[in-house]
């Protein structure tokens, strides 16, 4: 089966930084995703990795390590906006190509 | 351009009565997803459309719920009859295909059902 693990909630300050975690077993990984999902909103997509490494987007990063089934998102200067879940998704080839999420993180900014 | 559709946005219902969300997909989007989402939890898939046809239907309720996509374009999930349990909210979403370098997944709004 899949198994996709990221902690519930955490709490940071704003304009500090803060790291979600991600940690998976799954067979036939071929990318992850992180959205960002607003109270009530719609997921939106904020990453994707499929190679090990580092992607950076502005405020946002996202850390892939496929030999250690881990990835993280990294949020630098939070904001207040910034409030809001954060959700890890594998992407599963055996399972033709099926987007598999964790449980979500919701982030709460603090001013 | 327009994004993923969904109506109704709220919808609250006794249990045993039947309902139904639509969904209309990005323009030009080839697959559609239904997802479920409970409080505090990421959203489950239910069913996957390849144009109109439901490639992946393994975690659909088939004793009470149905899908469908006539045209490939917009699509319709019911329920019927609801159970408490169903409470839940509905997302939908669309992308141009499957392949990795396609499966961005662009998600509506949702429909937040409520069974009493």
């Known amino acids: 089966g899949q198994n996709i693990d990221q902690p519930t909630e955490m709490t940071a300050t704003e304009g500090a930084i803060v790291q979600i975690n991600c940690t998976y077993q799954?067979?036939?990984?071929?990318?992850l995703f992180w959205y960002q999902q607003h109270a009530g909103e719609a997921p939106t997509f904020l990453s994707y990795n499929v190679l090990d490494g580092l992607e950076e987007k502005g405020r946002f990063s996202s850390f892939l390590s496929r030999s250690k089934g881990y990835s993280y998102l990294l949020l630098k200067e939070l904001q207040m906006k910034d409030s809001a879940s954060y959700l890890c998704?594998?992407?599963?080839?055996?399972?033709?190509?099926?987007?598999?999420f964790g449980g979500g993180t919701r982030v709460l900014v603090k001013p | 351009e327009a994004g993923v559709v969904q109506s109704p946005r709220y919808k609250i219902i006794e249990k045993k009565q039947p309902v139904a969300f639509w969904c209309n997909p990005i323009?030009?989007?080839?697959?559609l997803y239904w997802y479920l989402q409970n409080l505090g939890q990421g959203p489950e898939l239910l069913i996957r459309?390849?144009?109109?046809?439901?490639?992946?239907d393994s975690q659909l309720p088939k004793d009470r719920f149905s899908a469908e996509r006539l045209k490939g374009v917009d699509s319709t999930l019911k329920i019927q009859p609801a159970e408490l349990g169903d409470s839940a909210v509905y997302l939908c979403a669309s992308s141009l295909g499957v392949g990795p370098s396609y499966n961005e997944q662009f998600f509506g709004p949702g429909t937040r059902l409520t069974v009493l």
């Open positions: 799954t067979s036939g990984f071929n990318g």
């Open positions: 998704a594998v992407l599963i080839k055996a399972a033709g190509n099926k987007l598999t």
């Open positions: 459309y390849e144009n109109e046809e439901a490639v992946d």
């Open positions: 323009s030009g989007h080839n697959t």
